[in-house]
Nanobody
Framework: VQLQAFGGGLVQPGGSLRLSCAAS????????VAWFRQAPGRGRVGISC????????YYPDSRMLRFTISRDNVKNTVDLEMKSLETEDPAVYYC??????????????????WGQGTQVTVSS
């Protein structure tokens, strides 16, 4: 099982980015897939998760639903669309899943497979 997170980059405040989590060796639609982020000096924090039934959950760090999680079952990806990015949003963003996980959790210890992370920078 391998996950790859991509789509990060430099964006101005108020801008948008769409992150994708691509997988090999696993069909993501069968499992919960979560996005986390880790800012400098902080621990890894849950942003959002989508369960095996396609139901999304958003955690407090998703900043009042400026973020939207979705699946593309054809591409075998889970995307995180981020709008109105703020100076508090820069971090390395990770996707994660686990072969035991059909339901979502924002506890990172329960996910056994992680993408390598993609850097999001917000700066004018």
């Amino acid at each position: 099982v391998q996950l790859q997170a991509f789509g990060g980059g430099l964006v101005q405040p108020g801008g948008s980015l769409r992150l994708s989590c691509a997988a090999s060796g696993v069909t993501l639609s069968n499992y919960a897939v979560a996005w986390f982020r880790q800012a400098p000096g902080r621990g890894r924090v849950g942003i959002s998760c989508i369960n095996s039934s396609g139901r999304p959950q958003y955690y407090p760090d998703s900043r009042m639903l400026r973020f939207t999680i979705s699946r593309d079952n054809v591409k075998n990806t889970v995307d995180l669309e981020m709008k109105s990015l703020e100076t508090e949003d820069p971090a390395v963003y990770y996707c994660a899943t686990d072969l035991r996980a059909e339901t979502c959790t924002d506890y990172d210890g329960l996910y056994g497979y992680w993408g390598q992370g993609t850097q999001v920078t917000v700066s004018s």
